[in-house]
Each structure stands twice: as structure tokens, then as C-alpha cells.
């Protein structure tokens, strides 16, 4: 049995369910007044009728139609004239049913023909059955926000993957290739630290976290690829300090952040230059510090580009509200401090 055909059953066994149920709500208030006799049921099936009607009226056809297409004036008209011709129909089949008590000479119910009463038992299950079918449809808007809002933020975040700044890979290219003209020694070791990041990018990037260790990894043989192509004329001081196991972070988070400090501050200046990374557990919260000279202007360079807006972007989603990104800049400084919740695979 297909789960659509399943999902079928159970709306009609619910429907089935709920009129029975209607229909012994209506059956059992007019025992108060008689025994249960063809004329209580006939009386109680009137009001069945009558309700059914009402409710499919307008769980069917006025609601979708009219109300949830924001035609509030014509719902208004529509079902004030429902439930007129509801009342109608209700008083219509109860005068019906008193002839035939009179003409068959039975005495009819006390109170039977309480209008008050009778109105407010049928327009409760109305409004039961109403609620119900508004609350579902609720459910189900919610549960399609959801789904939507899901997929969007897996594209989202699958186009923001591949938009990850890919320039440290070219440079790395051109080192190689200095190396190799020179016969370098190191062409080798160099090749392979490419080869992991190449690794990493490439397939662990599609997992929505990873292991801490397994970034901070990346990001050392990073800094050796870089270090090979600016040899001393940058001095990188990285400080870890985090003593709990399987931090769990969005892969190519940190990257970026050393990536602009080469970028915007060591390739930019021909002076000896220096960055600082600290990533630091403190308090259930991940500090991840980093920061780096750059070529002294009196007007603050915009540092960042694509690559830091990305990383904001990817935190907006997986942390909302409950991180903080701060940038600092200053003539010769570039300063960046991210603070997450720690998140640890258990």
C-alpha cells in the first residue's frame, strides 16, 4: 500500500469517526428528554445532516474559495447566507419531523423544540469540525514553510560552498611550479599538502560540519603552502587552546579568515608582515581570533570581499542569532574575532 493511499484511508476513517461521534452527541441529548426510539434517531440524523452540510459548505467551498483567496467580503455574504439556509434547513426537517409525532398521535419530547438548545448543540459540532480542518490546513502550511525554507537554505548554502575563494589554490599552482623549475626538494611534501586541501574541499565540504582538528589541520597546511611562496617576509604566530574533543564546526569557516590576511595584508605589502591566528575554548564558546598587518593608509582598505560575506552568510544560517562577528580595522591592523556556542559530536 502506497503512503499516499494510506493517508486516504485515514482521512476517511477520521471523517467516518468524527460524524459518528456527531451524530451520538445529538443522539444522547435527545435521550435526555425520551427513550432511544426510531423518532430520537430520526431527529438526531436531522441534525447530522444539517451539520455535515454546514461543514462541508464550508471547509470545501467557501473557505478555500473565498476566504484563504482573501475575498473576505464575498466569504462574509456566502456565509451568512449558509447558515440562514442552514437554520432554514434545521427548522425545515424539525417541523417535518413534530407533524409525524402529531399525525401518529405521540407525545412529542419535552423541550424538543428548545431552539436555543437545538441551535447551539449543531453549531458546536459545526465549529468542532471547522477548527479541525483549519488547524490541519495550518499544519500542513506550516510544515510546507518548512520544507520550502529547508530546501532553501540547502541551495543556499550549496551555492555558497562553491563561491568559497579558490585563489590560494592557483597560488599554491605557481609555487609548485617555481619548485619544480628549481627541482626543489620540497615539490613533493608541497604537492601532497595540496592534495589534502584539495581532498577537503572537494568532498568534506558537503557534510555540514566536521571535526575542529580536522580544520585547524587544513589550516596548517595552508600556512606551509604560503610560507613557501613568501618565504620570510611573513611571521605567523597560531595559538590553539581548546582542550574539549569532537568540536563540531561548518567546514571552510576559519580558512577564509587567513586566507584575507594574506590577501589584504602580506601580499599587499612589500615591508615584513604578520599574522596571528588564536582559536581558544572558553566558557562552551569557541573564539576564533585572528588578525594582521597590513600596508599602512590613512584610508581603511575594504578587506573581505566574497570570502567574508560568504562566511557571514553560512553563520546567519547554522548559528542565527547566537554568534557574534566583529571586524576591526585600523591604518597598519586588521583585527576579525568570531565567538560560536560550542557544538561536540557525541
Known sequence: ?????????????????????????FLFYYK??????????????????????????????????????????KFIAFSIIAIILSIYLQLLLTVFLIIKLLLTERTLFPKMIDVVMLFFNLFFIVF???????????????????????????VELQMLKTQINPHFLFNTLNSIYVL?????????????????????????INTPKISLSNEIEIIKNYIELEKIRYTDRVVIDFNINVKSKNIQI????????????????????LEKSWIK???????????????????????????????????????????????????QETNNRFDIKLALPITIKM
Open 1 to 25: 500500500m502506497s503512503k499516499l493511499n494510506f493517508h486516504k484511508i485515514i482521512r476517511v476513517l477520521f471523517h467516518i469517526i468524527f460524524w459518528f461521534g456527531a451524530w451520538l452527541f
Open 32 to 73: 435526555r428528554y425520551s427513550e432511544i426510539n426510531s423518532y430520537t434517531i430520526i431527529a438526531s440524523l436531522v441534525n447530522l445532516v444539517v451539520a455535515m452540510t454546514t461543514v462541508y459548505a464550508f471547509n470545501y467551498y467557501l473557505i478555500p474559495k473565498y476566504l484563504l483567496k482573501r475575498k473576505h467580503k
Open 128 to 154: 468542532i469540525a471547522i477548527s479541525v480542518k483549519f488547524y490541519k490546513r495550518w499544519s500542513e502550511k506550516e510544515n510546507e514553510e518548512q520544507r520550502v525554507q529547508k530546501e532553501k537554505v540547502e
Open 180 to 204: 619544480a623549475m628549481k627541482k626543489s626538494a620540497l615539490t613533493a611534501d608541497t604537492v601532497l599538502k595540496l592534495s589534502d586541501i584539495l581532498d577537503y574541499i572537494l568532498y568534506k
Open 250 to 269: 561548518p567546514p571552510m569557516l576559519i580558512i577564509p579568515f587567513i586566507e584575507n590576511a594574506f590577501k589584504h595584508g602580506v601580499a599587499k605589502s
Open 277 to 327: 591566528i588564536d582559536i581558544a575554548e572558553k566558557e562552551k564558546v569557541l573564539n576564533i581570533d585572528v588578525s594582521n598587518s597590513k600596508k599602512n593608509t590613512s584610508t581603511p582598505e575594504k578587506s573581505g570581499g566574497i570570502g567574508l560575506a560568504n562566511v557571514k552568510k553560512r553563520l546567519d544560517i547554522f548559528y542565527h542569532e547566537s554568534y557574534s562577528l566583529d571586524k
